[in-house]
C-alpha cells in the first residue's frame, strides 16, 4: 500500500517500452550522475510526459518546495510494480504559477491506472532553465539510486541516448555559431560517478 493505493495488480517486474516524453518537444537532456539521481528533460513550453509503463498513480504534489528556487513546482509519481518501482515526475517551471494552473497541467489523478504512453502532464515552461527531473526509483529509494534507463528495453535506452547526443550537439553547435567559448567534453547520459560541473 501507498497513500492507501494498493499495488498489488501491478507486475513484480516490468520493463518499460516507451520513451516517458514526447521526444518532438525536447530540447536538451542533462546527464544522469549518483549525487542528481534523475535526468533532466528540457522541452518547449506544454511538452508532454507520458508514462513510461502501465502503472497506478500514487503521488500528485503541488508546490513542491524542491527543485528551481522561487518557483512553483508540481509532480507525478506513478508506481509501476508491485514491488515498489516508480517514476516520479518533478516538473519544475523556472517562475511562479497559480495552483490551479499547476493542476491544469497535471491530467491524471490520485488512484489513477495509466496505460503505457498515457499523457500525464505537461511542463508549463517560464524560463531557459524549467525541465522536468525524471527518477525510477525502486524499493531502495534514493539509497539504491541507479540511472533510469536501465529500466529500460534497449531500444527506449538507445532511442534516448541518440536524443541526448543530437541535443547536445545542437546546443555545443550554437555555442560555437555565438562565440561563447570552448565546447566542454560530451559525458554520457548515465554515470556512474559524479562529474565535475
Sequence with gaps: MVNGISLSELPATQTMTLMPFDTAAVTLISPFKPSHTGLNIYTISGGRFLSPGTGIVTNIELNTGNGLPGGSNYGIRIHLTSTGLYAWYHFEVNGSISDQTQRDNILVALGDRVAAGQHIGNLLSLGPNAHVHFDML????????????????????????????EKIKERDDAR??????AVPSLPDLCNDVDLPN
Design 138 to 165: 525502486d524499493a531502495g529509494g534514493r539509497a539504491a539510486v541507479r540511472c533510469p534507463l536501465v529500466y529500460f528495453s534497449p531500444d527506449v535506452a538507445t532511442t534516448w541516448e541518440s536524443l541526448y547526443d
Design 176 to 181: 560555437i555559431a555565438e562565440n561563447r567559448g
